[in-house]
């Protein structure tokens, strides 16, 4: 299993601006997932992107995944107060284990 | 609608204590997992289980033990808890699949202990 790290650690933007938070990781995986966790609470899933996938969609979300750098990035648009939460990805190979890093925390300001 | 439900959101517990952390889910999942997560450390994983009975350890074992003696329960036992163990505990669950087949995590609401 690996971690991955994400980057920045924390990011401030304004309502309705895009927010872009990355995610590096060190060995090959099968996929990588994002998740969103609001402050005190349980993660949820947002999405997840195969090793044969490029980029993927869901609503606002636009997720890109560059295996020769062994990175991924999160694209919210058009970002609402609501999306003030953590984010963190997970990347995932032959195991059960899910390990995930410290997480970018995003402030999207009303 | 998919549930893990951790049996409290809050919990105070004293230095030597045994204490008990439940968790429960309806989504039959084989895969069990309890994580902490502290301030600038992120989610560490503390044991997992891939099946009732089976049980592995994770990156901080030390000072916990689990039992997963029903496929959808998986207690978090804190066996003395000292200071160093007030943490918010996250407990999560899903299908089994490795690899191409790994699917999503569900995730309890969090129980915050702290031990005084």
């Known amino acids: 299993s690996q971690q991955g790290e994400e980057d920045p650690q924390a990011l401030s933007i304004q309502e309705g601006e895009n927010a872009t938070m990355n995610c590096s990781y060190k060995t090959s995986i099968n996929n990588l997932q994002w998740y969103r966790q609001n402050s005190g609470r349980g993660l949820v899933h947002l999405i997840l992107i195969r090793s044969n996938e490029r980029e993927k969609h869901s609503g606002r979300l636009r997720v890109t995944l560059d295996t020769s750098k062994k990175s991924s990035s999160l694209l919210i648009t058009a970002s609402r107060a609501a999306d003030t939460a953590s984010y963190f990805c997970?990347?995932?190979?032959?195991?059960?284990?899910?390990?995930f890093g410290t997480g970018t925390r995003l402030k999207v300001l009303a | 609608d998919v549930k893990v439900t951790q049996s409290s959101r809050y919990l105070v517990k004293r230095t030597g204590e045994k204490v008990f952390l439940e968790c429960v889910q309806d989504?039959?999942?084989?895969?069990m997992f309890w994580y902490r997560q502290d301030p600038g450390l992120g989610l560490r994983l503390i044991y997992f289980s891939y099946d009732v009975k089976m049980k592995e350890k994770g990156d901080i074992p030390e000072g916990y033990s689990v039992s997963r003696e029903k496929k959808e329960r998986f207690s978090l036992i804190l066996e003395s808890a000292s200071t160093n163990q007030t943490s918010m505990y996250l407990c999560?669950?899903?299908?089994?699949?490795?690899?191409?087949?790994?699917?999503?995590?569900?995730f309890g609401q969090g129980t915050r202990l702290t031990v005084v």
């Open positions: 989504m039959d999942h084989e895969n």
């Open positions: 999560a669950s899903r299908s089994p699949g490795t690899g191409w087949r790994a699917t999503e995590a569900f």
């Open positions: 997970a990347p995932t190979s032959g195991t059960y284990k899910y390990i």
